[in-house]
């Protein structure tokens, strides 16, 4: 309330809080605002910190942590073939989503972001697959994948040879993953064009018409640029979700055949948290916290340009 | 319509039935395989089956394991929204409707919950959990996922709060309401678009949530429904009938719910996005 506190900068911090009291308002502060605090403290910041120092040692997690290898377990990882080829997962992952997933979205967000009944039906089926669990997405495509029933199998059985276990094969299994993911979350990347569409001012669109601008000139010319903010954004949610794939690829492959399907996250849960290798998995942590930091301030910086919104 | 138009129509009507029906016809085959038996499901995978037998959905809905994992999973997403709802209305309004020193920098510590995601920390978040004893105790997820929406949510609790009228609060506030009596009484309950809003969306994450209960549930019984689907598959491996029934059983819940609150969703999601 500016009208209440005002600018009085001259008041001591004691004189301050006396006002705040008599004013009712630090009771309230008291009450209202550390349970978020320490909640948050506790489950989210002091972990990430705590990542960064038990990468460090090496600890199974009970005992003392006292064997201090400084950085052996980042040493480790870059040397391990299968820490090379979750990151080359991660950066196909990206890839995918930035050119398969985000043009396809931004297709059919152009193609359905009017308001109508149809359109509506549209909507809601196409962002169905964001809602499902990731789980429930990676078995009901791990049966469609499965070479005795799936897909594959009845291709199989219609040529009349042996049936083919994508999910089994090296060279094909993360190609499956990577359409499971732009399945499951195309619709949420449609969503946000959607919304970013639909706030283009319709006068804008008119005033290009008027101009004698065509259908295609009015996407490229007037659209496209107008909801710049929304693609860039949606860029970096891709990024970050890439980064953190998980649920999706334990019931499709569970980071096999012999281990070319793990993402960063599922190599963490796998070589960290399984077998406790806390100093280890902590270090995997510290990498992905890394890889987010960056995709964020690079998006930061290429948001700022144009009055960015995070 | 002119002849390109119509054209343009045409391919439209296809890219969008074609990408409607890769969506759906997983979903689809995934319900009607329920109703198959395994022979069946080998020879047909997609198409309806040639006898409805209702037998492995009703074998899994008269069992108590599946009502089981839907009960703590209820327990689990309720808890942790109305948690996160409660903690989170609460900062927000002291972020909107307080100017105190430190407020930004409090903020600022808050945001930095947007930028990472739970996997980042999970060894440690795991020995926070068993070292508070809270291994296998549904509080053990609960607490973890209301730190990790806290963020998301006074995001854009704040945000909405700062958008009531001010004349209100001075209103009350001369009638003698104290500011956490306005929050109860005004603040609250004028905002339960945003609430609602931010809910759903807490409780989709929390519904869906793998991780998170993975590493802290051990004993079955207090498997939420994703770790149960994991187990069930375990369990009967090639039976891809009785999987694929217990698949549609939990998830039917979840599309229903998602089209009552889709309005929702979709609110929290481009709210997220353009105010973030």
């Known amino acids: 309330m500016t009208t209440m506190t005002g600018s009085r900068p001259m008041l001591s911090p004691a004189a301050r809080i006396a006002r705040m009291h008599k004013q009712g308002k630090l009771m309230a502060l008291l009450l209202f605002l550390p349970p978020a605090l320490v909640l948050f403290t506790l489950f989210v910041i002091w972990p990430i910190f705590n990542a960064a120092n038990l990468s460090f040692f090496k600890w199974s997690g009970y005992g003392a942590i006292d064997n201090f290898i400084g950085t052996q377990n980042y040493q480790r990882l870059a040397r391990h073939s299968v820490f090379h080829q979750s990151l080359w997962n991660s950066l196909k992952l990206i890839l995918a989503s930035l050119f398969i997933q985000i043009p396809l979205a931004l297709t059919l967000a152009l193609l359905i972001y009017k308001k109508t009944s149809a359109n509506t039906a549209f909507r809601l089926i196409f962002f169905a697959p964001y809602i499902l669990a990731e789980i429930a997405s990676g078995v009901i495509w791990s049966f469609i994948f499965d070479g005795d029933f799936g897909v594959s199998g009845q291709i199989a059985a219609a040529l009349g040879i042996d049936p083919f276990y994508i999910l089994a094969d090296r060279q094909f299994a993360f190609l499956a993953i990577i359409t499971v993911v732009v399945w499951k979350y195309f619709g949420y990347h449609m969503m946000i064009f959607i919304a970013a569409l639909q706030a283009v001012p319709e006068d804008l669109l008119e005033a290009a018409e008027i101009d004698g601008a065509g259908r295609w000139q009015k996407v490229f010319y007037v659209k496209l640029p107008l909801i710049m903010h929304a693609i860039k954004l949606s860029a970096f949610f891709a990024i970050v979700g890439a980064l953190q794939v998980f649920d999706i690829i334990i019931p499709l492959t569970n980071g096999g055949p012999s281990n070319s399907t793990h993402s960063i996250v599922s190599y963490l849960y796998t070589y960290g948290l399984a077998q406790l290798n806390v100093g280890y998995g902590a270090a995997v942590g510290v990498i992905l916290f890394i890889l987010c930091m960056v995709t964020a301030f690079s998006y930061r910086r290429l948001a700022m340009g144009k009055g960015g919104a995070l | ?276």
């Open chain 2, 1 to 276: 319509m002119n002849r390109p138009g119509f054209f343009l129509a045409l391919v439209r009507a296809a890219v969008l039935s074609i990408v409607a029906a890769l969506v759906i016809v997983p979903l689809i085959a995934t319900f009607l395989g329920g109703f198959k038996s395994v022979g069946e499901l080998r020879a047909s995978p997609f198409g309806l089956p040639p006898v409805w037998r209702v037998e492995t959905y009703t074998e899994i809905l008269g069992g108590s394991v599946f009502w089981g994992y839907i009960q703590n999973s209820l327990i689990i997403s309720f808890s942790a929204v109305f948690l996160t709802l409660m903690l989170a209305s609460m900062a927000a309004y002291i972020f909107a409707q307080i100017r105190f020193f430190g407020s930004k920098y409090i903020q600022a510590y808050l945001l930095l919950g947007l930028m990472f995601p739970f996997a980042t920390a999970i060894v440690p978040l795991f020995l926070q959990i068993r070292d508070f004893g809270l291994l296998d105790n549904p509080l053990g997820v609960i607490l973890p996922q209301t730190a990790f929406s806290m963020a998301f949510a006074i995001v854009l609790l704040r945000s909405f709060f700062q958008q009531l009228p001010k004349e209100l609060f001075e209103a009350a506030y001369v009638d003698g309401c104290g500011y956490i009596g306005f929050f109860f009484r005004f603040t609250l309950p004028l905002s339960t678009p945003i609430l609602a809003t931010v809910g759903t969306f807490v409780f989709v994450q929390s519904w869906n949530n793998y991780l998170l209960p993975l590493v802290v549930i051990n004993d079955s019984a207090g498997y939420t429904w994703p770790l149960g689907i994991m187990r069930y598959r375990g369990e009967f491996m090639v039976e891809w009938n009785r999987i694929l029934a217990f698949v549609s059983l939990t998830i039917l819940p979840a599309l229903i719910f998602f089209t009552f609150t889709q309005k929702y969703i979709v609110a929290g999601l481009t709210r997220g996005s353009v105010k973030g």
